[in-house]
């Protein structure tokens, strides 16, 4: 017994050592290598790769310099390879630029390979994701902080409206215009009542994502007569709402209204360069069967630049502007707003490079990768930078905010403000990291599968049922920011809402005998279903009643439901079964008996459809990432 507990002791002891010998191996030939030491990347390098791939800028450097190079260690990671930068550049050693990469990203460097067949691999080590991951959360917990601590100020704020004299009103009329008008116009005056009414405890929920949801049955007084209020007396919002649909032509079923008041996301904060614009925004909705009832109300900072704004909006409803008109002004001067920045003026550089005036001018469809790229001809800056998804910071409104004449450093600031884009000048290299590259490198997509989607889309079939599957597989945070940061797929995050991912990963999870039986029209029983299905369908229920404000009961093990497909606009009907799955557009019924129905049976639909837009003005102007060409003769990669 003895011997064979020390042979085992052994054993485990030799693997021990072979371990450290094969991981002291794999570190030596992966270390981080001093690149300024090698004379063939003293070759000055000139790039102009807008929304390049890091793949494609090193095969680029490759190529000027003769020198093997690759990203990447193995075929998973896929995350290095196509890591999304900006390199714009004109006679930069080619080291500087492969320093300036590897800042940017936090990958490394190594050596692969001897003599003259040394070359070099950019990837990313354990300590680099640990960095990441850390990162995220330490950005995360300080948003969160940022978020409650103003949101509670600016509820104070709005609250202390409600207790004002009338001295001090007419001197807030002077002080703070935007402040007068919601405390003395009808309707918004009842915001600060309601902000008065909520305690410490519901102040402080109402600083988080999920919000506070109080039933009118369960408000204090104080606080259903400012509800009351805040509905009956909303002359302003009729003026707006008068454009669309009717607001508050009848009463609402007070038992059915609740108040809900909820600070935004983590993502939203980030969604313009990071700037936190509203802390928060005031709901009372109302299922009133005959006119449902939603009302949004900002709370936000009412001496702020962002809180300017809204007040010079809320006095043109007054005047009776058009929505159409008020929406626009608001787009493009909202815009404006950020790329100057929120902050108090920054103290001018003493470099005289960042003191130069520049300005250029971009036409039609405008980005991050088009406006660095301007930057770059304008100022002859050389300019190394993220390009992680920048959801709706593109379209043509963005040139006017960033072709201004400016000064150098002004422009990087816009930059920074409009982009999230922190930047660093090194001699004759700006580098710009996104200040949240921890959070957006989640929101990747696979570029085979987003080439491949594009690809569909353009072809006359265009894309069907089973590609919604496919991205519903996506994480959440793929499809509301990596999607909607793509121009071509900026409506696919409505149709791939919670209710739908749900629907179609349930779709994906049939048998052959199952999708057959939908699609000769034949009833599915919820009760033949598998426990991971029931689940799915399950969650597609509860998805679409939160939707609705209302509270979803399970599903009754008698149902049952069916599916039905529509012809496309203008197209035939064929006799011929085609499957669901390439179908642009299904109907699913679900039934169930119930007494409570005229029918005798309860009936619900959810439709899966594609929409079909027309290019956005501009998009056919997009510039393409620029790969280099293949070489004449291939390099030898260790």
């Known amino acids: 017994m003895k011997s064979l507990l020390l042979r085992r002791f052994n054993t485990v002891v030799w693997y021990a050592v072979i371990a450290f010998i094969v991981f002291a191996s ?28 890091l793949e494609s800028v090193v095969q680029a450097l ?8 690759s990203a990447g260690q193995r075929k998973e990671d896929w995350l290095v390879r196509e890591m999304p930068v900006n390199v714009f550049v004109k006679d930069v050693p080619a080291w500087q630029v492969m320093e300036h990469l590897a800042k940017l990203t936090d990958f490394t460097w190594s050596a692969v390979g001897e003599g003259e067949d040394k070359g070099y691999r950019i990837w990313q080590d354990l300590k680099a994701r640990q960095q990441q991951a850390e990162e995220k959360e330490k950005r995360l917990k300080a948003l969160q902080a940022e978020r409650t601590a103003k949101g509670i100020q600016n509820i104070e704020a709005l609250a202390k409206l409600s207790r004002l004299s009338q001295k001090e009103l007419e001197e807030l009329a002077k002080d703070d215009p935007v402040a007068f008008f919601i405390a003395t116009q009808p309707g918004f005056n009842a915001v600060p009542a309601i902000a008065a009414a909520l305690n410490q405890e519901q102040r402080l929920k109402a600083t988080t994502p999920e919000g506070i949801k109080i039933p009118y049955g369960e408000m204090s007084p104080q606080l259903q007569e400012a509800v009351r209020n805040m509905v009956r007396g909303i002359s302003m919002l009729e003026k707006l709402y008068q454009q669309t649909q009717p607001l508050t032509s009848q009463e609402p079923d007070w038992e059915k209204t609740s108040l ?23 709901n009372i909705t109302s299922q009133n069967e005959s006119v449902p009832i939603t009302m949004s109300f900002p709370i936000f900072d009412t001496k702020s630049p962002f809180g300017k704004l809204i007040g010079k909006a809320f006095s043109q ?9 008020l929406q626009v002004m608001m787009q493009e001067e909202f815009t404006k707003m950020v790329a100057q920045g929120f902050e108090a003026e920054q103290k001018p550089p003493t470099d005289p490079e960042l003191l130069k005036t520049v300005r250029w001018e971009t036409k039609g469809w405008s980005s991050l990768d088009k406006e660095l790229k301007a930057f770059h001809e304008a100022s002859g800056l050389n300019l190394v930078a993220d390009g992680l998804p920048q959801p709706g910071m593109q379209g043509p409104s963005l040139a006017a905010s960033m072709g201004q004449e400016a000064k150098v450093y002004e422009i990087l600031n816009r930059f920074k403000n409009l982009y999230g884009l922190d930047w660093e000048k090194f001699d004759s290299v700006i580098r710009m990291r996104d200040r949240e590259w921890a959070k957006k490198r989640d929101w990747l ?24 599957i496919e991205m519903a597989s996506l994480t959440e945070d793929q499809v509301k920011y990596g999607l909607m940061a793509e121009p071509e797929f900026l409506v696919l995050p409505l149709v ?3 209710r739908h ?7 994906g999870s049939l048998s052959p005998d199952q999708m057959r039986r939908l699609e000769n029209g034949e009833e599915l029983p919820f009760g033949s279903l598998t426990a991971q299905q029931a689940d799915l369908l399950q969650k597609t229920w509860t998805a679409a009643n939160k939707l609705q404000g209302q509270d979803a009961k399970p599903i009754p093990t008698e149902a049952s439901m069916k599916a039905r497909t529509i012809p496309p606009a203008g197209g035939q009907s064929s006799t011929q079964k085609q499957s669901l799955l390439k179908q642009e557009m299904v109907i699913f019924e679900f039934e169930w008996p119930d007494p409570n129905s005229p029918s005798g049976r309860a009936k619900h639909t959810f439709v899966l459809a594609i929409p079909k837009l027309p290019p956005l003005p501009g998009m056919e102007e997009l510039d393409k990432e620029q790969k280099p060409q293949p070489q004449q003769t291939p390099q030898k990669q260790s």
């Open 501 to 507: 991912r749900y629907l179609l990963n349930f779709l």
């Open 496 to 498: 791939l809402d919670e």
């Open 26 to 53: 794999s570190a030596t030939s992966l270390a981080a290598v001093d690149l300024k030491g090698d004379p063939r990347l003293d070759v000055k390098v000139t790039l102009s790769m807008g929304k390049a791939t």
């Open 62 to 69: 490759a190529q000027k310099t003769g020198v093997p190079m």
């Open 445 to 468: 997509i696979p570029q085979e599968k987003l080439a491949r989607w594009k690809a569909k889309a353009k072809t006359e079939e265009g894309l069907r049922i089973e590609d919604l």
């Open 260 to 282: 809900v008041i909820k600070a935004p996301s983590f993502e939203s904060l980030m969604m313009i360069g990071g700037q936190m614009a509203v802390t928060g925004e005031i």
């Open 317 to 325: 409803i007054a005047e009776g502007a058009p929505l159409v008109n």
